[in-house]
């Protein structure tokens, strides 16, 4: 098995601080195992205390219920903002975790990254990423989410 398994991953994310949890479009229409993955999101932004970066429709559903301070911007923003913010001397994100992109699109957004550890959260494993689950069902994969957040 290609990826890392979830306790690994929870390790990972308990020893880092000022995570960015990325959410992407899938979000919304996602549900894994019973629970939205916009309830995984939600929950993971707070057990890290991270902040929430998401697409205009999929920030507008977060804002309604999450506790996590969520901001509505293009992923590709983040990318290049990450750019300008390590070009100015700004603090960067301890990592970047991705949740609610297809694998394509999540190796598209890791692959502008240095010198920030991503960590992505999909059903499919991307190698470009520092962390990735890997290729599982939905019903794996929502297994793998539920037991992140039981080890955080």
Known sequence: MIGNNAIE??????????????????????????????DYADSLAQKLDARIAATANT?????????????SVFAAEVMNGLKYEESSGKKLPG?????????????????TVERIDTIFLGSAYVEAATLSLPDASLSEWGRSLTKILGEL
């Open 9 to 38: 991953i929870a390790k990972y994310l308990k020893n880092r601080k000022g995570a960015l949890v990325m959410v992407g479009g899938e979000a919304n229409q996602l549900s894994v195992n019973g629970k939205s993955l916009l």
């Open 59 to 71: 920030a507008q559903e977060l804002k309604k219920s999450s506790q996590a301070e969520v901001f």
């Open 95 to 111: 990592c970047i975790v991705l949740l609610g992109y297809n694998s394509r699109v999540g190796r598209s957004l890791i692959s």
